[in-house]
């Protein structure tokens, strides 16, 4: 989640609390990809 940095505090919260942890793993994944 090291990439979030660079994301608002608070969309990032908004995010977690949105989405559940399963989509955020996704998320994670495909964000990590180059």
């Known amino acids: 989640?090291?990439?979030f940095s660079a994301?608002?505090?608070a969309r990032t919260?908004?995010?977690v609390k949105e989405f559940p942890?399963?989509?955020?793993v996704e998320?994670?994944?495909i964000a990590?990809?180059?």
Do not use: I, M, R
Not at 21 to 24: E, K
């Open 21 to 24: 942890p399963g989509v955020l």
């Open 1 to 3: 989640q090291e990439f």
């Open 7 to 9: 994301e608002p505090p």
């Open 13 to 15: 919260t908004a995010t």
């Open 32 to 34: 990590l990809k180059p």
């Open 27 to 29: 998320v994670d994944a």
